[in-house]
């Protein structure tokens, strides 16, 4: 399948995937021909570069990165069906055909983690790894579970009539309080007004319901867990569920709130490529003890990562 493609220049561009519709994606090539390959998977209201882009950058020296805008979000796909994480997860494996990419370890934050549980379920043959970020694997429970959407519905109900233009401009002191620095504050805004609203809230809907405890079990590749240890949006106890409900799957804790790509991107991104590299690199598949001690120097910038010395079987 060859992508219809225009390139922006900085890795990322439209790409026509062929029965879904016109997608936004980054691709760029490993360190060499055999590196593994990370697909990234953001979060609601997210958009691929604003989730990801401090990750890329340090993913890049040891993988190819492929990331993309999921439907509805940012300058992902259009259309008139109803946004499902069903279609989502089809629609990365719909991109990792067109760049002719056979296996990938696919990383998913927050609603990124049941695209990606998805992914393995739809496509298992697809999926190399798996990597969880401040996620879980069931929304349903109770509302406390997922204050985030309670809210973004809060403020709908009393906004949604209240034009676009007015609404930016009433969260731009809201974004203020989370994102200090000047340029991310902005991407964030940006992002917030390239969103389709109908799939915003549609995607809203599909997170509370989603529920992959009947399944995640069988998850049969490496699996790594990073979880969000101040998280109250996705309660920590919750995401360390996830990870005890796969077996063999690791953790890895980091420090930090839900919005941890947004307030501490480097800390995100180590974690991210310990992660990646624990089950990418055989060298890395030590006992729990150890590979908890190594990624504690890693995620605290006192540990050398190192380089690849294999890949994963293709």
């Not at 609603?111 to 298992?124: D, E, F, S, T």
């Not at 579970?145 to 009393?158: F, M, S």
Request: positive net charge.
């Amino acid at each position: 399948m060859t992508p219809i493609a225009t390139d922006s220049g900085l890795g990322w561009r439209t790409l026509e995937l062929i029965g879904r519709g016109t997608t936004f994606a980054f691709d760029r090539p490993g360190p060499s021909p055999g590196a593994p390959t990370v697909v990234l998977l953001h979060g609601l209201t997210a958009t691929g570069s604003l989730n990801w882009t401090p990750t890329i950058a340090a993913l890049r020296s040891r993988y190819r990165v492929i990331a993309l805008d999921h439907r509805g979000h940012g300058r992902g796909i259009r259309s008139e069906v109803p946004f499902t994480l069903e279609d989502c997860a089809d629609d990365a494996v719909a991109l990792i055909d067109a760049l002719d990419v056979p296996r990938a370890i696919f990383v998913g934050y927050s609603m990124g983690g049941p695209i990606a549980q998805l992914v393995w379920r739809r496509h298992p043959d697809r999926v190399a790894g798996l990597v969880f970020c401040a996620t879980a694997a069931d929304f349903t429970t109770t509302p406390d579970h997922w204050p985030l959407v309670r809210a973004l519905e809060n403020v709908r109900r009393v906004t949604h009539l209240v034009p676009r233009s007015i609404r930016l401009r009433a969260a731009r002191p809201f974004v203020g309080g989370l994102v200090s620095d000047p340029a991310l504050r902005n991407e964030v805004l940006g992002a917030m007004n390239s969103h389709e609203e109908r799939s915003i809230h549609e995607a809203e809907r599909a997170i509370r319901g989603f529920r992959s405890t009947d399944w995640i079990g069988g998850v049969g590749v490496p699996v790594v867990v990073v979880v969000t240890a101040r998280d109250r949006l996705v309660r920590p106890a919750l995401q360390r569920h996830l990870a005890a409900s796969i077996p063999g799957a690791r953790t890895i804790e980091i420090n930090a709130a839900h919005l941890a790509a947004f307030t501490r991107p480097e800390l995100t991104a180590s974690a991210v490529v310990a992660a990646c590299d624990a089950i990418a690199l055989p060298t890395a598949r030590t006992p729990q003890r150890r590979f908890g001690e190594r990624v504690k120097r890693l995620v605290q910038g006192r540990g050398r990562q190192p380089r690849p010395r294999g890949a994963f079987r293709r």
